[in-house]
Every structure is written in structure tokens, then in C-alpha cells.
């Protein structure tokens, strides 16, 4: 079950352990009030014949089974250190779990940090993206159209005002996608936005600036999702982006074509649908100690329709995610080492 799809069934369950406590300690449930399962169960269908529309779809969506706002990026401190980072805050009506990542791009440390709101703590209004927990966590769309991110952990902190430099592009057909079997998604995403703020991570603090993107989906998908993935998020340096989400088939490892989705965003901010791409996985692979699953680390990624052939690879072996739950993905940041354009990205595995 891929990553982002495990997110329903893990708030599921919390969700009934939460449930199930609150009745063995004498709690008491209200008569209108639907258990923890069916509130998961019984969220509204995905209308795919709605319009994406902004500001509004950058708000939680009531109802939705899960939805999340997932960012990345590269920062800079003063020192000229890099560090790759990604945050991101699921939904699973109105249950919350965040998920932060900073990596050392000179020597390869990695600091992960999660917060599970099983409880329901998170102020979650319907109006607006202002989603807050306790000030120690938070998502925030600001008037002037800036996203403003605060995480803080116990090894590692962040808090980041992310500027959009281009418009909001509109992924798959209208907004829409097939994620395998899992379902559809509704999927659009800020694919250029710089950034500055403060980070810490393994005792330091430091101010840093550099630059995002946002992945922003929702939907009320299967958990039984019989497919794995491979997610790109790739920003050159002549002012262009690339998006390429690629499903596997589980038990043979085969790419599955007739689910790409993919969009080239140009200098000007245009973006483009793009299906017919390849990505290749080379001779380069890392396996991790600790779960024994093997990762490609190099790709030769050829989109004819936009005129891309290039190969990325891993700037750091081991990126390796293993949440509390036991689920593993890695999600990590790659450079692009030969072709037709220079830059780099994001790339997210699962299911290996």
C-alpha cells in the first residue's frame, strides 16, 4: 500500500483505538455522534466534474476522505550549507498527521520528525487554510497569497513563509487523477515558490532561504491500493518545472502507463499535460540495513512531447522514511547529472 494511500488506514485505526479507550475509561458517546470507522467510511464521493478553484480548494475540503499539503524543498543557510526539507500535513476528516524531514546535503544527516493528532486536537476552520496546532505546528495561507509552514519536533524545527513566483497549475484532466486502484484524485500543485525562515536540526539553529513547491491532493480513495509509485518533482535552473507521477504494478514491478500523469510547467508559467514519458531506473541502488528494501537512486527520465532527456540522481543514498507505523517510502533529493537540462528535484518511492 502506497505511502500516501496508508495514510487513511493509519488514521483509521487510530481512530477506533481512540474510540475504544474512550469507552473502556467511562467516556461517553453521544447519541448523533458516528463511531471513528464511520466517520473514515462514510466520507462524500469526489465530484470530478467540479472546477478547481482558488483560493478555496487551498482550504480543507469537508467531508473528503483524506487530503493533504505536501512541500519540498532545498534551503540555504548563511554559511551556504544546503538542506533538503519536506513537510507535509495530511487530513483525515478532521485527524491529523504531519510528517517532517531535513536532510544535511553536505554530510548526509537526516532528521525526521511526525505528530499524530489522534485526538483530534488540530483547529481545523472551514473558511480558510489556517490549520493550527497547539502554535507548534501549523499551515497557514496568508492574505497576500504567501503559505506560511511551522513544525516543531523534538530533534528539529521549521517555520518557512513560501512565496509563490508562478501560478497554481492544474494536474492530470481538469484537476483530476487515477491513483491506481486506490481511486481518484483531485491534484494541483505550486511548482516555483521561494522561501525563507528559520530551521534547526541537530543542535543548530540557523536562518536559511531557498526555494518550494507544494503537492496538493485530496480525495476518498481505497486502502487496498494494489499498485506502488514513483513521484518527481523536478525544478531546472531555466525557470521550468516537471511533474511525472508513475504507478507499478505490486507483484510484477511493471510501470503501468495508462496511470501517468504528468505536467511540464515553462518559463512563463504554461503548463503542459504530459502521458507519454518513460522513466528508467539505472545501475545505481542502495539498500537499506535496517528494512532490507533495495531503492533505485539513478533514473534517465525522457518526456519526448516537451523535448526532456535527462538522468537525476540521489544526492544522498539514504533517505530512507520509517514512520511509527512501520511504513517506509523514501523521499529524497536528486540532482540532475546529465541531459538536456541542469537543475534538480524531489522523487518519492514506494512499494520496493
Same mark, same amino acid.
Given at each position: ?8 488506514? @493509519? ?27 464511520? =466517520? *473514515? ?8 466534474? =467540479? ?10 475540503? =469537508? ?12 534551503? /540555504? ?15 483525515? $476528516?478532521?485527524? &491529523?498527521?504531519?510528517?517532517?524531514? @531535513?536532510?544535511? +546535503?553536505?554530510?548526509? /544527516? ?5 505528530? @499524530?493528532?489522534? +485526538?483530534?486536537?488540530? #483547529?481545523?476552520?472551514? $473558511?480558510?487554510?489556517?490549520?493550527? @496546532?497547539?502554535?507548534?505546528?501549523? *499551515? ?48 494541483? %500543485?505550486?511548482?516555483?515558490? %521561494?522561501?525563507?525562515?528559520?530551521? %534547526?536540526? $541537530? ?15 485530496? !480525495? /476518498? ?8 509509485? #514513483? ?7 531555466? /525557470? ?28 512563463? !508559467? ?23 528494501? &533495495?531503492?533505485?537512486? =539513478? ?15 540521489? +544526492? ?11 511504513? &517506509?517510502?523514501?523521499?529524497? *533529493? ?7 537540462? &541542469? ?10
Amino acid at each position: 500500500m502506497s505511502m500516501r494511500i496508508r495514510i487513511l488506514a @493509519i488514521v483509521t485505526v487510530l481512530l477506533v483505538t481512540v474510540a475504544i479507550l474512550a469507552v473502556g475509561c467511562g467516556g461517553k458517546k453521544e447519541a448523533d455522534e458516528p463511531d471513528a470507522k464511520e =466517520k *473514515v467510511t462514510g466520507a462524500v464521493e469526489l465530484d470530478t466534474g =467540479k472546477e478547481i478553484l482558488f483560493p478555496a480548494d487551498h482550504y480543507p475540503h =469537508k467531508g473528503m476522505g483524506t487530503e493533504w499539503w505536501y512541500f519540498t524543498g532545498v534551503l /540555504n543557510n548563511q554559511e551556504g550549507e544546503k538542506f533538503g526539507y519536506f513537510y507535509t500535513w495530511f487530513l483525515n $476528516d478532521g485527524e &491529523t498527521l504531519i510528517l517532517m524531514s @531535513i536532510v544535511d +546535503l553536505q554530510n548526509g /544527516n537526516k532528521v525526521f520528525e511526525e505528530f @499524530i493528532d489522534a +485526538l483530534g486536537e488540530a #483547529d481545523v476552520p472551514e $473558511d480558510r487554510l489556517d490549520i493550527d @496546532i497547539g502554535g507548534d505546528w501549523r *499551515v497557514r495561507l496568508l492574505d497576500n497569497g504567501d503559505f506560511f509552514i511551522k513544525g516543531t519536533g523534538e530533534k528539529a524545527s521549521l517555520e518557512l513563509t513560501l512565496r509563490p513566483e508562478k501560478d497554481n497549475v492544474i494536474n492530470g484532466v481538469g484537476g483530476y487523477m487515477e491513483m491506481s486502484s486506490g481511486g481518484t484524485s483531485a491534484y494541483y %500543485s505550486c511548482t516555483r515558490m %521561494s522561501a525563507d525562515g528559520r530551521m %534547526s536540526a $541537530d543542535g543548530r539553529e540557523m536562518n536559511v532561504t531557498g526555494d518550494s513547491w507544494l503537492d496538493r491532493q485530496w !480525495g /476518498n480513495w481505497k486502502g487496498e491500493a494494489a499498485e506502488t509509485y #514513483d513521484w518527481f518533482s523536478l525544478r531546472f535552473d531555466d /525557470n521550468t518545472e516537471l511533474m511525472l507521477y508513475s504507478f507499478r504494478d505490486t507483484e510484477t514491478g511493471e510501470v503501468l502507463p495508462r496511470y501517468n500523469c504528468g505536467t511540464y510547467v515553462d518559463e512563463n !508559467g504554461k503548463p503542459t499535460n504530459v502521458t507519454d514519458f518513460t522513466v528508467e531506473p539505472l545501475d545505481r541502488r542502495w539498500r537499506s540495513e535496517k528494512t532490507g528494501e &533495495t531503492y533505485p537512486l =539513478k533514473w534517465r527520465v525522457s518526456v519526448p512531447r516537451v523535448g526532456i532527456d535527462i538522468t537525476i540522481d540521489a +544526492l544522498v543514498d539514504d533517505q530512507l522514511i520509517v514512520d511509527s507505523f512501520g511504513g &517506509t517510502f523514501w523521499e529524497g *533529493v536528486c540532482g540532475v547529472v546529465e541531459g538536456n537540462k &541542469t537543475g534538480y528535484g524531489y522523487v518519492e518511492m514506494d512499494g520496493y
